[in-house]
Structure formats: structure tokens, C-alpha cells
């Protein structure tokens, strides 16, 4: 792996901490309008509504949202792992999209397009941290298995919404639920991952991985084969040597010169 740039790091983490600012503006706006308002019964999009005072506040933070999840997701790539890493920057940056548009459309002036920006933050957010969930488990196997939880969370309170299902949380804490778990999850990621990439020049696996075993056993079958290769080099010189010096050794041992022609049944004749 190359190396991981540390200043793009730190701003995509510091970009994904800033995420939570979204829970403070949501809070501002709801207690400044002085109006009756039910986190359980009513909807966070409600607050952006062009009847709420403070709506503006509300839509921009939906819109600066958008930047500081899909902003983040870009600039901490490198510093993600495996094949989940381009799949988790592409759903984030999904659900980025999703919830610019309930910024940019409110509910009542554009309930279709604000609908689908709703939709695609929620089911491209819950996907999003499950595959971002894989793409730090080589950093941090605990803070992986907090994104899948989160992720799952995410994904049963969009389905539960989705089919009407809100009689626990009511539709606004249903939602919210569906919601709140793509900024805490953010959040936490960023400055996990903004420390190990700087302690760790590489993410601990605990062992080679499967494509370095494989190329180990590559070597080792190059490494045999050059070795049988040099034996049978070896052999064939050998043996070649042995084919040159033979008729000459021929020439001076060959008993038969040393018989008595006038008397075969003698022994060889003194030299």
C-alpha cells in the first residue's frame, strides 16, 4: 500500500466530525420556534417545513450535511481498506446526494424530489456504513463491528419507517432513529481512522494476507523449478564429460590388446 496522506486524512476526519453539527442545529431550531414539537410524533423534515420559523437555518444544515458526508468520504479514501472501500465511498457519497436534496426541496414546496432525497439518504446511508464497516475492520476490528451495528440499526429503522411500522418510536423517533445513525457513525470513524493511519504506516491483519500467500507459494514453485533445472543442467554436463573421455580411456585399457594372439589361452602379456 502507498502511502497515506495525512493532511487529506485529518480534514476528511475532521470533515465527518463536523457532521454532528447537524444535531445542534436541529436542536437550536426546534427550541427557538417556541412552537410545540414532538421528536417522537414529528419528522426532522418537518423543522424545514416553509410554515416553521427557522427553516432556513434547518435546510442550510441539511445542504452543509451533504458536503461535509461526501467531502469526507473522498478525502478519507486512501486510508481505507479492500474491496469495500470504493463501494462504501460510492454509497456515502449516495447518501450525501439524498440529503442535499431534502435541503434544497423542502417537504412542502417539493414533496417528490424531497421524498426521494429522503429515501436515498436512508438506504444509501445504512448500506454505506456496513460496507464502510469492512473498509476499517483491517484498522480496528472493534470499530468495524460498531459501524455493522450501526449500519443494521440503520437499515431495520428504514424498513420499520418505511412500512409504517412506528408504533414504539412513534414516525418521528422512528426516523430518527434511520437518521441519526449515519452522523454518529461518521463521527466516530473519522478520528479513529485520522489516529491509526498516524501511529500505523499499515493497518495490523494479523497475518499475510490470502494474495501474499499466494505469491509466496509462487516463489516457492519458481524456486523449485530452478532447482530441478540446475540438477538436470548438472547431470547432462556430467554426462556429456563422461561420453568425451570414454573412447579415449578405451584406447589404453581395452584388454583385449593386452592377449597373446599365438596363444588365446594365455593371460594378458607383460608389459
Known sequence: MGCVPMRRIAGGALAWLLTLQFFVVETVVQLRAGLPYSR??????ALGDVTWPGHALMNA??????????????????????????PAVALLG????????????????SPALHTAGAVLYLVAGAAGLIALAYAVRPWSEALGTTLALLGLLGAAATVFYGAGVVEL????????????VVPIGLALTGP??????????EPATGGPTRRQLRAAERERERAARARREAER???????ARRGEA??????????????????????PRRR
Open 40 to 45: 417522537s410524533a414529528d419528522v426532522v423534515s
Open 61 to 86: 444544515s441539511f445542504v452543509v450535511q451533504a458536503g461535509l458526508i461526501g467531502g469526507g468520504a473522498v478525502a478519507l479514501l486512501p486510508a481505507l481498506r479492500g474491496r469495500a472501500a470504493r
Open 94 to 109: 449516495a447518501a450525501a446526494l439524498g440529503v442535499l436534496l431534502v435541503g434544497v426541496f423542502p417537504r412542502l414546496t
Open 169 to 180: 418510536l412513534g414516525a418521528g423517533g422512528t426516523e430518527r432513529v434511520a437518521a441519526y
Open 192 to 201: 479513529v481512522l485520522w489516529r491509526l493511519t498516524g501511529t500505523r504506516a
Open 233 to 239: 543442467d548438472d547431470a547432462l554436463q556430467a554426462l
Open 246 to 267: 570414454g573412447p579415449q580411456d578405451d584406447l589404453h585399457d581395452d584388454p583385449a590388446d593386452d592377449l597373446d594372439p599365438d596363444d588365446p589361452w594365455a593371460g
